[in-house]
């Protein structure tokens, strides 16, 4: 399967959605979400207990989806792993055939479904990544030799709302020399603010470091409000607001609105990150309209026999 880097460099614009495994084993309604989607998005994130709620480990979702022929990324958070898990969780989705991973941090246990727990936290954002370029090099943390290394296409997260955009750049930047790849960013609603994020990115010119902006359908009024009041570098503009206020078909309006974000991000970024919170049914509507689709299959086999 093709990894996210070989994708960008084939020229597509890549679509990238995600999908949360299950509390207990029941994987059918995401592999159904999955397939319905397949021609739609080029890879999946499944998430590492998405709000600090617990649920099934996403290294075994994302095996299920390669049995599917659906390419997934692994989210790892280093919320609940020491750097010894951290590794040994890596070395096993290599070893299952998974190739793109994003690294976060992660929620607190307290937004979570199990408040009490202890969190972990024994690597931050940019010594997770480096763990990672670390393992494919053939070495571990510690310095030691490994036994066969994987070759993970490393993934990382970055905020281009941030008020403090100097110190995001510099964040990311770390990030980039610890040796993350693609990036993934939190929800675009202000497409002239992502254009000022997008004029800093020249500094990594050839390191062919990919750039995959957040979408998040507007669901409601309430939800815009939430993002804005709750969620550092989310700023829903107010006409966007007042649209959805004033819809008779808030899902119609919702995918409206975000087909035209990704039209006007354009060229500057590669791809988009489709997070639909539970409704996945409007994907195919919103990447219509915006006029971007998932690989086609003669692109699916250069990039695959091009990946190494």
Known sequence: MPRITDLVRSGRFVVTSELNPPKGLDLAPMLEAARSLAGFVDAFNLTDSHNARMSMAPIGAARRLLDEGVEPILQMTARDRNRIAVQAD????AALGISNVVLMTGDPPSHGDHPDAKAVFDLGSVEIIRTVRGLNEGRDLAGNALRGAPDLCIGAVVNPGNP???????RMTAKVEAG???FQTQAVYDVPAFERFARQLDRFEGLEVAVIAGIIPIKSVRMARYLNENVPGIEVPEALIEEIAGSDDVDATSTSIAARTIAGLGSLCQGVHLMTLGREALIPAIVGQAGVSARA??????AAGGAG
Not at 90 to 93: G, K, M, R, S, V
Not at 164 to 170: C, I, K, P, Q, V
Not at 297 to 302: K, T
Request: a negative charge; aromatic letters at 4%.
């Open 90 to 93: 890596l070395l096993a989705a």
């Open 164 to 170: 403090d955009l100097d110190g995001e750049m510099a």
């Open 180 to 182: 993350a790849r693609f």
């Open 297 to 302: 299959p003669e692109v699916l086999g250069a």
